[in-house]
């Protein structure tokens, strides 16, 4: 095996124990990382060692070289991707857990343009600080030295600043990028919601370098009524700091561009802020396939970087041939690493810049040390430097899409190696949409059918003219604002004619249903839909490669049979000639229709669901039924939404949600937790959607939930405050209110109302006191959802039920807001009499729930539980005699039995599963932790979980 076929094997497996070593849930003790290390090293040392053998050694060596040398390469690789996972939990813990949760002295310089929202009278600014300082300032310190400094490795703060229409207007001055602030903050870790389906949000922030999250709390008054500012100015922007230039460049366009739409895509383009986009462009980039364009990456750093090795190369045709000390080509490409560094620099270097950045340097190596160019060399090369800078890449998404796109590019210009340049440029589109699409739909769930059109003319016009055209405009406002004028006139003309494409194109895709919604699909399918495309493309490849030997047979030198041709290549091509001869004449015209049977496979398997759902009856009219739950089998999941309540009721086949969690900002818990577990369910659709009452907390997730997914009937305990202005499947719906009384069979599920009663609502009711109580429940157990009803609803349901308390029983209670003191009384627990108890409430929210006292009432009802039952199994032991045991069934000794309570706050979302009895199918923290997550420590046991 040569030099370089070792090389790309090293990397390859390198690359897939990072991934593993990421997957692990633990990481494995100090003493088996210092052995790790030390195996290493005496490798090295038997390497070092057998390339000074002596004869005998050297015979031994000569004998087994290929294998020894294969074996060594692969253990190298693994041993030193295990170091770099071990080395990763460094990273992560650069802030001791005694400074979180506290009032600290946060100083640092801010390294991103800072988000302004408002809100009514309510303003927020979110901005985030490089830290080099971070002090306590609570008078008992954390330590002997409470002060923290970093003078290498900084980490990154994301701050938010909450202040109201007075508070802001006593401010002299706002944070801005490139500053140095000193602030008043309260630090959190990253503690993300955890949900099947869903996005992984803490390993999101470790991808993004956000070692914590925290808030600075308005402005404080002293006695004499001044302004006490939490934060203070430290040092203004420096002319020669990189920041510095890209506020400059972003406080430019917004004042030179007159189009507030296009401005927001300028800033995305070349300083790198995309906060500025909203909502309906970010719809519409989705939509077209298109949102690559506005994350900067390997396609904006080539084009800076081709930008100016077309300039330096004009520099030296124009003046500076002269000196013949200097290489042309070098010279080239020296021009296009300080284009590409100065844009790295301006677009605020974020790790996907990075990766971009690192990609083109790469394959600039090969030029600089002067060596023939190979794609499977330089792909190898830019994927050891990502993952050597940072290892955390090989779980986004952007490296693979990256990587994949770019090896895709490579082969089809080999397929298309004799075609003129609009035949390569469709071929390559063309391949794209097919090679893409399978990473697509598993990342996104979703594919747009017209992305290949849109992409075909977006990407050269943005190539070749709006993005250089861009940069020239910016660069011109600076120079001379007359000439830029025009300049901005014509950006703006192109820019605009690309936006009303793309939105006729949404058009089009809107009116005749043309984005395909996914179900969850595995990674197997991924891997064999990756593996298919591949290989009918390299097929491609060999046949195109066997034509031009036919072509120019008279040619000795032949570059698609040269020594410099990829090793693993050859030998794919040497397989794929034996066993599949017959397909590689007809592979370009296999490859399209393979692919499409491949995606069109999981959409069959969602559409048979669909069917079985449509087809399956529903129940009547809820009024109209009176019936019994049967042994029926059902699973209810309580959503972790953090601070707020989402519960996913599933029978057989259908669906319940009850409660949509909240709306924070621009998103909402439906977008980031419950309709991604819908998406990984495979539920094509809700049968009935149920909102407890009108709190955000409740029901703030509602227009993004009866917007994404078919919803048939829809109720609430206050319809009046329910939104009208939304669309379900083209219909406004139409609210229903539960009362007291109401059930109905769901393929023998009972679901039943039994608060408000009728009595409740001839009375004012509260907003939480309005919410519809549900109990859910089959012939052997039940569950029983409260909302955010009070002690006083709860004394009310009692008096209402005095004759037949019975119905109140249920196995699992999801508690009364969210465990709140006056929520949970001990009456009604005792009522109730549960086995199982769920709070949903975020982690270390600022309401402090579960409450004390509600956990204190638990404790006391768990351990009365326990004494009746003892007592009740003792007098049964007793009346049964001590050798008659098997006489009580399956009844055993209580004395370890106790209520069990959970808080998806440290569990994340919880499934129960209700059969003959109820079980605990999965805490969601538990069953995807990996060993970079946050979890519960042992200190918070008995507050946070049992």
Not at 355 to 365: C, G, K, N, P, Q
Not at 618 to 629: Q, R, T, V
Not at 864 to 876: G, N, S, V, W
Request: hydrophobic share 45%.
């Amino acid at each position: 095996m040569s030099f370089f076929g070792m090389f790309i094997q090293f990397v390859i497996i390198l690359l897939f124990t990072v991934i593993w070593g990421f997957q692990w849930s633990e990481l494995p003790a100090e003493q088996f990382q210092l052995a790790v290390f030390c195996v290493l090293l005496g490798i090295l040392v038997f390497a070092w060692r057998m390339s000074n053998s002596k004869p005998l050694s050297a015979r031994i060596l000569e004998q087994n070289r290929q294998w020894l040398c294969w074996g060594l390469n692969s253990v190298s690789a693994f041993i030193i991707g295990l170091i770099m996972v071990f080395s990763q939990a460094f990273f992560i813990n650069l802030i001791p857990d005694n400074y979180y949760d506290r009032a600290v002295l946060v100083s640092g310089k801010l390294v991103e343009p800072v988000k302004h929202q408002k809100s009514g009278s309510r303003h927020k600014l979110q901005f985030t600080v490089k830290t080099d300082a971070i002090k306590a300032i609570s008078d008992k310190p954390v330590n002997q030295n409470a002060r923290l400094n970093y003078q290498f490795i900084q980490p990154k703060l994301q701050l938010n600043w909450y202040l109201s229409d007075k508070q802001l207007s006593v401010l002299q001055s706002l944070p801005k990028l490139g500053e140095s602030w000193q602030f008043v903050a309260k630090l959190k870790q990253n503690h993300g919601a955890m949900n099947l389906g869903a996005l992984d949000y803490e390993a999101w922030l470790l991808q993004q370098g956000i070692s914590a999250k925290g808030y600075i709390s308005g402005v404080q008054y002293n006695k004499n009524g001044l302004a006490l500012a939490s934060a203070k100015k430290l040092g203004s922007q420096s002319i020669f700091a990189a920041d510095s230039w890209r506020y400059r460049i972003s406080e430019l366009i917004s004042k030179s561009a007159e189009n507030p739409s296009l401005a927001a895509i300028y800033q995305a383009l070349l300083v790198g802020n995309k906060s500025l986009i909203s909502d309906e462009q970010w719809q519409v980039f989705r939509q077209t396939g298109t949102t690559h364009l506005m994350a900067i990456s390997g396609l904006h750093m080539g084009i800076m970087a081709m930008l100016g090795y077309l300039l330096f190369r004009g520099l030296w045709w124009v003046y500076l041939y002269r000196f013949e000390s200097l290489n042309r080509p070098v010279l080239a490409a020296s021009g296009a690493l300080l284009l590409a560094s100065l844009y790295l620099l301006v677009s605020g270097a974020s790790i996907p810049t990075q990766r971009a950045w690192l990609m083109v340097m790469a394959l600039l190596i090969f030029v600089f040390f002067r060596r023939h160019f190979n794609p499977w060399r330089a792909l190898a090369l830019a994927a050891l430097m990502i993952v050597i800078w940072h290892p955390m890449s090989l779980l986004t998404v952007g490296f693979w899409l990256s990587f994949v796109a770019v090896a895709i590019i490579f082969i089809s210009l080999q397929v298309f190696k004799q075609a003129g340049y609009f035949k390569k440029l469709i071929a390559v589109q063309w391949f794209l949409t097919w090679g893409l699409a399978p990473l697509v739909v598993f990342y996104f769930g979703q594919l747009p059918l017209l992305s290949w059109l849109a992409n075909l003319l977006v990407v050269p016009v943005v190539s070749l003219l709006g993005l250089p055209l861009l940069l020239g405009t910016t660069l011109m406002s600076a120079v001379n604002e007359f000439m830029s004028s025009y300049l901005w006139q014509i950006s703006d003309f192109i820019w605009q004619g690309i936006w009303l494409y793309l939105q006729q194109l949404q058009q089009w895709s809107l009116t005749h249903h043309l984005v395909l919604q996914y179900p969850q699909v595995s990674i197997g399918w991924l891997l064999m839909a990756m593996a298919l495309f591949f290989g009918l493309l390299i097929m491609a490849e060999t046949q195109a490669q066997t034509d031009v030997v036919v072509l120019d047979s008279g040619r000795e030198d032949i570059s698609a049979t040269t020594e410099e041709q990829n090793t693993f290549v050859n030998a794919a091509q040497s397989r794929l000639k034996i066993l599949a001869r017959p397909l590689q004449r007809n592979s370009l015209l296999l490859l399209p229709v393979v692919m499409l049977l491949i995606l069109i496979w999981p959409l069959v398997s969602q559409n048979q669901t669909i069917k079985a759902g449509m087809e399956a009856p529903f129940a009547k009219p809820m009024d109209a039924f009176s019936g019994e739950a049967e042994a029926a089998h059902f699973e209810m999941t309580i959503i972790d939404v953090g601070q707020g309540l989402s519960v996913v009721v599933a029978t057989q086949r259908h669906l319940v949600v009850y409660d949509s969690g909240a709306r924070w900002g621009t998103t909402d818990a439906a977008n980031i937790a419950i309709l991604p577990y819908l998406k990984f369910k495979q539920w094509p659709q809700i049968d009935k959607l149920i909102i407890s009452h009108s709190d955000n907390d409740h029901a703030g997730g509602i227009p993004s939930l009866v917007n994404a997914i078919p919803v048939k009937q829809l109720v609430s305990g206050q319809v009046e405050k329910m939104p009208v202005s939304i669309m379900n499947n083209g219909h406004t719906p139409v609210w229903q209110a539960c009362v007291a009384g109401q059930s109905w069979l769901l393929d023998g599920v009972r679901f039943e109302f039994i608060s408000p009663t009728r009595a409740m609502l001839k009375t004012s009711l509260s907003d939480n006191d309005s919410s519809c109580v549900l109990k859910v429940s089959n012939s052997q157990s039940s569950a029983l959802l409260m909302g955010d009803a009070s002690v006083k609803v709860e004394r009310r349901i009692m008096q209402h039920f005095d004759t037949d308390v019975e119905k109140l029983n249920a196995d699992l209670l999801v508690a009364g807001h969210h465990g709140s003191k006056y929520s949970t009384s001990a009456d009604w627990l005792d009522a109730v009499k549960p086995e199982h108890i769920v709070f949903s409430s975020g982690y270390k929210n600022r309401y402090q729930f579960p409450a004390k006292e509600t956990l204190k009432r638990i404790q006391d009802y768990s351990e009365k539980r326990r004494q009746t039952q003892t007592d009740q199994y003792d007098i049964a032991h007793n009346q049964t005699g001590s050798n008659s045991s098997a006489k009580l069934g399956d009844k055993e000794p209580p004395h370890e039995r106790q209520v069990k309570w959970w808080n998806t706050a440290c569990s994340g979302a919880l499934s129960f599963v209700f059969d003959e009895q109820i079980k605990l199918g999965y805490q969601a923290r538990k069953k995807l932790m990996k060993w970079y997550h946050h979890r519960c420590n042992a200190t918070q046991q008995g507050i946070f979980y049992q």
